[in-house]
T-cell receptor, first 114, second 113 residues
Framework: DAGVTQSPTHLIKTRGQQVTLRCSPKSGHDTVSWYQQALGQGPQFIFQ???????QRGNFPDRFSGHQFPNYSSELNVNALLLGDSALYLC?????????????FGPGTRLTVL | AQTVTQSQPEMSVQEAETVTLSCTYD???????LFWYKQPPSRQMILVIR??????QNATENRFSVNFQKAAKSFSLKISDSQLGDTAMYFC??????????FGAGTRLTVKP
């Protein structure tokens, strides 16, 4: 049973560029959440996707956008990259329920903005 | 707004001994869930244990157990018989009604041989 997978593992971009990160959820999960983890800090919630729609959003600017596909996989797009966007980006999957399901995390994508 | 506080940035313990990591949270919700995640140097965030707020019984998972004090809004993690493989960052997290998960700043635990 494959867990949550993310690609690429590492990415180096320059300021002003755009980046796309990808996530495949754990088998049986239909909900994907994205988090940004700056060095030495806890993860910060970016947004959550279910049924191909953004269901919730954290305190992140519109430069951060996403998409969910019919197979439940998801993309995170960041436009006009800033140095402060350098971080580990984590994807987590879960099953959408009326209560809170446990989120399972992928290994993350390390983004470096120069 | 929900906040999670981990007041111990770093801790160390001798192999085979017991260590307790602290976590407090602030919320006005009555139904919520609390989690401890472990993040080793490999970066993979791994679920350690989960506690439903409506359950009075403290969750246990092998060597890991929690002390959940709902009135005090406290959720500590006890690791018994510590092993070298327990060395990692430990994050306490809060989630309610399938909303976004809020994490603490983490505690870096080092298990010494």
């Amino acid at each position: 049973d494959a867990g949550v997978t993310q690609s690429p593992t590492h990415l180096i971009k320059t300021r002003g560029q755009q980046v796309t990160l990808r996530c495949s959820p754990k088998s049986g999960h239909d909900t994907v959440s994205w988090y940004q983890q700056a060095l030495g800090q806890g993860p910060q919630f970016i947004f959550q996707y279910y049924e191909e729609e953004e269901r919730q959003r954290g305190n992140f600017p519109d430069r951060f956008s996403g998409h969910q596909f019919p197979n439940y996989s998801s993309e995170l797009n960041v436009n006009a990259l800033l140095l402060g966007d350098s971080a580990l980006y984590l994807c987590a999957s879960s099953f959408w329920t009326s209560y809170t399901d446990t989120q399972y995390f992928g290994p993350g994508t390390r983004l470096t903005v120069l | 707004a929900q906040t999670v506080t981990q007041s111990q940035p770093e801790m160390s313990v001798q192999e085979a001994e017991t260590v307790t990591l602290s976590c407090t949270y602030d919320t006005s919700e009555s139904n919520y869930y609390l989690f401890w995640y472990k993040q080793p140097p490999s970066r993979q965030m791994i679920l350690v244990i989960r506690q439903e707020a409506y359950k009075q019984q403290n969750a246990t998972e092998n060597r890991f157990s929690v002390n959940f004090q709902k009135a005090a809004k406290s959720f500590s993690l006890k690791i018994s018989d510590s092993q070298l493989g327990d060395t990692a960052m430990y994050f306490c997290a809060f989630c309610s009604n399938n909303n976004d998960m809020r994490f603490g700043a983490g505690t870096r635990l080092t298990v010494k041989p």
